[in-house]
């Protein structure tokens, strides 16, 4: 395979070159760029010209490069950070600024709608939708408050950045097995009870259209055992940015917005489908203004 048709098939259609995990492709395109550096100068300028890339390509091209370099370096960074702070607040706030400098050359138009919903003396278990790998950086560098992700256990496998994600006192979730998925729940309640909030995405994976998928119950089962309140969270426009079914990277307009909290003292474990439901409709609702032309 040429270096040409390396690159192009990542980009068309990663699956079939990388399997499932777009996180993981990147990486594998980064190392793919790098073992095909010997291609004639033919090769890299069909690869690179515009006139067969197009201006996106060569925007992808060059931030995913930007994001391997710069997850590595602050990963390491998180990790020392860690021995520092054991509680995890300076590795999160590393963090955040490895989600800026992401963010700081990306083709986005971002806004951030309703921070005042958030009260920074209180604990809460934000849900946001998923669209796009795109939500974390949007999440870690545009939430000015201390919080801890509850995440899938395939993140923690990535070398480097799996283990800083654990040093920073981020959970994973094994969903394939049950009662280390409570272990992990038991883990946030801890954490949640110690003031620091806890982040979830209640589907539990990105968003195959844009739309809101069915949501996990574990996360609820978190809110009422620990009786914080759940603040959800929408994000708009980071699916036409970089879907799950593309590596390829368009500019685009994005919005955070951070709704009221729900309460969820009034609930118990018999009643956490209705809590559910309940956070999931303001949700939809609130995702559903943009296609009625109201934000």
């Not at 607040?89 to 971002?110: C, D, F, N, Q, Y």
């Not at 110690?194 to 994976?205: A, H, L």
Request: net charge positive; proline share 4%; glycine share 8%.
């Amino acid at each position: 395979m040429t270096f040409y048709e390396a690159v192009k098939n990542a980009f068309e259609d990663p699956r079939t070159c990388y399997g499932e995990s777009s996180t993981v492709r990147i990486f594998y395109l980064f190392f793919n760029l790098l073992a095909h550096s010997t291609a004639s100068s033919g090769d890299w300028a069909r690869c690179f010209g515009s006139k067969i890339l197009g201006n996106d390509m060569l925007i992808t091209a060059a931030l995913l490069v930007w994001i391997v370099l710069t997850t590595i370096f602050f990963g390491i960074l998180a990790i020392f950070a860690s021995f520092v702070d054991r509680k995890g607040r300076l590795p999160h706030k590393v963090a955040g600024i490895w989600a800026r400098t992401i963010l700081a050359l990306s083709p986005i138009e971002l806004t951030v709608i309703g921070l005042s919903n958030i009260d920074p003396d209180k604990s809460y278990i934000y849900m946001s939708n998923h669209q796009s790998n795109y939500d974390i950086p949007i999440l870690l560098g545009h939430l000015p408050v201390q919080f801890r992700w509850l995440a899938k256990i395939e993140l923690f496998r990535i070398p480097l950045f799996g283990y800083a994600m654990k040093r920073a006192g981020y959970i994973c979730i094994d969903r394939s097995n049950r009662e280390s998925a409570f272990e992990s729940l038991k883990k946030a309640a801890a954490i949640i009870r110690d003031g620091v909030s806890v982040m979830i995405f209640p589907e539990g994976t990105r968003s195959y259209d844009g739309n809101i998928g069915s949501f996990k119950k574990g996360g609820f089962v978190l809110a009422i055992e620990s009786g914080v309140p759940i603040l959800p969270i929408i994000i708009r426009g980071t699916f036409s940015v970089m879907s799950r079914k593309r590596l390829l990277i368009k500019p685009g307009k994005v919005t955070l917005e951070i709704l009221k909290p729900v309460a969820t003292s009034s609930f118990t474990k018999e009643t956490k489908d209705e809590l559910m439901e309940k956070i999931k409709n303001i949700m939809c609702e609130s995702l559903d203004k943009e296609k009625k032309g109201i934000l």
